[in-house]
């Protein structure tokens, strides 16, 4: 069965750095647009960076412009979100999703659109 896995999540310190990975199985990441999506308490999730299956074409919420980047390996199934100088707004919990519905990213990202989900992993960034 199709199934995707967060990890690299935890504790890092403001100006640090922190490597997420998503895990796929039972699914190609030849065709579909791939999403990083965060979910803080009391607050929507909300879409942080998506990468294009189609040209590799990437996209961010202006609040991660510059410290995060998106990135994929195909050939291991995995998705990457490297978390350059987080700030402690940027505690949440991180989950990957796939677009079913494209090859290239759409944003704003519309959380209908992202069908399969993982179970997310949490990042706290504190001092």
């Known amino acids: 069965q199709v199934q995707f896995v967060e990890s690299g999540g935890g504790l890092v310190q403001p100006g640090g750095s922190l490597r997420l990975s998503c895990a796929v199985s039972a699914f190609s990441l030849d065709y579909y647009a791939i999403g990083w999506f965060r979910q803080a308490p009391g607050k929507e999730r909300e879409g942080v960076s998506c990468i294009s299956s189609s040209d590799g074409s990437t996209y961010y919420a202006d609040s991660v412009k510059g410290r995060f980047t998106i990135s994929r390996d195909d050939a291991k199934n995995m998705v990457y979100l490297q978390m350059n100088s987080p700030k402690p707004e940027d505690s949440a919990i991180y989950y990957c999703?796939?677009?079913?519905?494209?090859?290239?990213?759409?944003?704003?990202?519309?959380?209908?659109?992202?069908?399969?989900w993982g179970q997310g992993t949490q990042v706290t960034v504190s001092s």
């Open positions: 999703a796939a677009n079913l519905m494209r090859r290239r990213c759409q944003w704003p990202l519309t959380l209908h659109e992202y069908s399969y």
